[in-house]
């Protein structure tokens, strides 16, 4: 028999009145259950943020992006790129020519994130669900088009049905002298426009174009690139095949992923949710200290059980062990209490949406969150420790009472 746990199990649950640590016990199960409660839910919120980006990276960049690890321009070629192809687990491989130009459309002009892309570009259906107006088409026998971002339609008043009227592109000519009252200076390039596409804000100044009109246009060299991007074969895992690519791409080159994409991010993200964790666990120890109150009136109150138990040949690490194991009990049960609802309230709120992002612009109507076992977990841990804690100096001080 465990003698501590069944002496603290009669004492918690066994009294034949309510007294006034009784409800302070009861009190402190409450308090540690809301707090673990919100522990679940704040740290599924941040989950579900995290996933969220992802879901929204994933529409716009590739699995795997070749870039260099100095310049914004490197020399690619055939041999490269057919070593790449060759790569176990690499699917499509994209030609990407990245940099910022003018934007031109009737009166009005604005900076736009210029995106060259070969036509296989579009094999990757990434964008099939972000297209808002139009289609996505690059090139339709000799006619060249572009698409757009619906923040760069909104800025210019693009209209695509008037076909008259293109999307100009301009882009300052290598080693010209730059000057606003001379056309002269700058390439130009003009395309209608196929398509729209929406994503997110972050995404809303780019324009997509073949990749032949973009290298004309900002003068680059026909192996010259400012990317490659690697769409992975169906159920090829993204660690082995960018492990097997750093000997391919060699020591000038870089291989990121879409978390090295969005480093800062992500590390904003995960920062924010490390402060707001160890807030409510400051949350929850304020509230635990009911149990250190409640424990240390108990000891009081329990002290001709303490005498009677010495008598009997109890030591003072049983004693000890008792209140211990009364306060842990009064945690746990509230933990497995709080555990409960907040995953409850975390599943109603995937399901169902009930607390909304309250703002029309938002691409999605509810808060997104998702459970996961290691913030279980942790909650937990925290909650044993906290409760190891204020429980400890009562416990303490019952074992000190023998003597």
Same mark, same amino acid.
Request: neutral net charge; glycine residues 6%; proline residues 3%.
């Given at each position: 028999?465990?003698?501590?746990?069944?002496?603290?199990?009669?004492?918690?649950?066994? /009294?034949?009145?309510?007294?006034?640590?009784?409800?302070?016990?009861?009190?402190?199960?409450?308090?540690?259950?809301?707090?673990?409660?919100?522990?679940?839910?704040?740290?599924?919120?941040?989950?579900?943020?995290?996933?969220?980006?992802?879901?929204?990276?994933?529409?716009?960049?590739? #699995?795997?992006? *070749?870039? $260099?690890?100095?310049?914004?321009?490197?020399?690619?070629? #055939?041999?490269?790129?057919?070593?790449?192809?060759?790569?176990?687990?690499?699917?499509?491989?994209?030609?990407?020519?990245? %940099?910022?130009?003018?934007?031109?459309?009737?009166?009005?002009?604005?900076?736009?994130?210029?995106?060259?892309?070969?036509?296989?570009?579009?094999?990757?259906?990434?964008?099939?669900?972000?297209?808002?107006?139009? @289609?996505?088409?690059? /090139? %339709?026998?000799?006619?060249?088009?572009?698409?757009?971002?619906?923040?760069?339609?909104?800025?210019?008043?693009? /209209?695509?049905?008037?076909? +008259?009227? $293109?999307?100009?592109?301009? =882009?300052?000519? /290598?080693?010209?002298?730059?000057?606003?009252?001379?056309?002269?200076?700058?390439?130009?390039?003009?395309?209608?426009?196929? &398509?729209?596409?929406? *994503?997110?804000?972050? =995404?809303?100044? =780019?324009?997509?174009?073949?990749?032949?009109?973009? @290298?004309?246009?900002?003068? =680059?060299? $026909? #192996?010259?690139?400012?990317?490659?991007?690697?769409?992975?074969?169906?159920?090829?895992?993204?660690?082995?095949?960018?492990?097997?690519?750093? $000997?391919?791409?060699?020591?000038? +080159?870089? *291989?990121? #992923?879409?978390? %090295?994409?969005?480093? %800062?991010?992500?590390?904003?993200? @995960?920062?924010?949710?490390?402060?707001?964790?160890?807030?409510?666990?400051?949350?929850?120890?304020?509230?635990?200290?009911?149990?250190?109150?409640?424990?240390?009136?108990?000891?009081?109150?329990?002290?001709?059980?303490?005498?009677?138990?010495?008598?009997?040949?109890?030591?003072? &690490?049983?004693?000890?062990?008792?209140? !211990?194991?009364?306060?842990?009990?009064?945690?746990?049960?509230?933990?497995?209490?709080?555990?409960?609802?907040?995953?409850?309230?975390? +599943?109603?709120?995937?399901?169902?949406?009930?607390?909304?992002?309250?703002?029309?612009?938002?691409?999605?109507?509810?808060?997104?969150?998702?459970?996961?076992?290691?913030?279980?977990?942790?909650?937990?841990?925290?909650?044993?420790?906290?409760?190891? !804690?204020?429980?400890?100096?009562?416990?303490?001080?019952?074992?000190?009472?023998?003597?």
């Amino acid at each position: 028999m465990n003698l501590p746990y069944w002496i603290a199990h009669r004492y918690f649950f066994s /009294r034949k009145k309510r007294s006034f640590i009784s409800m302070l016990s009861i009190l402190s199960m409450l308090g540690v259950g809301v707090g673990t409660m919100a522990l679940v839910v704040v740290l599924s919120v941040f989950n579900g943020m995290e996933e969220l980006n992802r879901a929204i990276f994933k529409t716009f960049e590739a #699995d795997l992006t *070749i870039s $260099p690890k100095q310049g914004k321009r490197f020399q690619a070629s #055939d041999t490269l790129l057919t070593r790449i192809r060759q790569t176990p687990g690499v699917g499509l491989v994209t030609s990407v020519i990245e %940099d910022n130009a003018l934007a031109r459309y009737a009166d009005a002009q604005t900076v736009v994130k210029l995106k060259g892309v070969e036509e296989n570009y579009l094999q990757r259906r990434q964008l099939d669900t972000a297209v808002v107006e139009g @289609r996505l088409l690059l /090139r %339709d026998n000799n006619a060249t088009f572009a698409v757009v971002a619906e923040g760069v339609r909104n800025e210019l008043s693009i /209209r695509r049905e008037d076909v +008259l009227t $293109p999307l100009e592109l301009w =882009y300052p000519q /290598r080693g010209a002298t730059l000057s606003v009252l001379s056309t002269d200076a700058f390439n130009q390039q003009a395309l209608n426009v196929s &398509g729209v596409f929406f *994503i997110e804000q972050r =995404y809303d100044d =780019y324009v997509i174009a073949p990749i032949s009109v973009v @290298r004309a246009l900002v003068d =680059y060299e $026909p #192996d010259e690139l400012t990317n490659i991007e690697i769409q992975l074969a169906p159920r090829a895992e993204l660690a082995t095949v960018k492990k097997a690519l750093l $000997p391919v791409v060699g020591e000038s +080159l870089q *291989i990121r #992923d879409r978390d %090295d994409l969005n480093t %800062d991010l992500y590390r904003a993200i @995960r920062i924010e949710k490390l402060f707001v964790a160890l807030t409510l666990s400051f949350i929850i120890l304020v509230a635990s200290m009911n149990i250190f109150f409640s424990l240390s009136m108990l000891v009081i109150e329990k002290k001709e059980d303490i005498r009677i138990l010495n008598a009997m040949g109890a030591t003072p &690490g049983l004693i000890r062990r008792i209140f !211990l194991t009364e306060g842990t009990i009064i945690a746990l049960i509230g933990a497995l209490v709080g555990l409960a609802l907040g995953v409850g309230l975390c +599943l109603l709120q995937e399901e169902y949406g009930f607390v909304q992002m309250g703002t029309v612009s938002s691409i999605i109507d509810a808060y997104p969150v998702r459970v996961e076992a290691g913030d279980l977990i942790l909650t937990g841990t925290v909650v044993i420790l906290i409760t190891l !804690l204020t429980s400890w100096f009562p416990a303490q001080r019952a074992a000190r009472s023998m003597t």
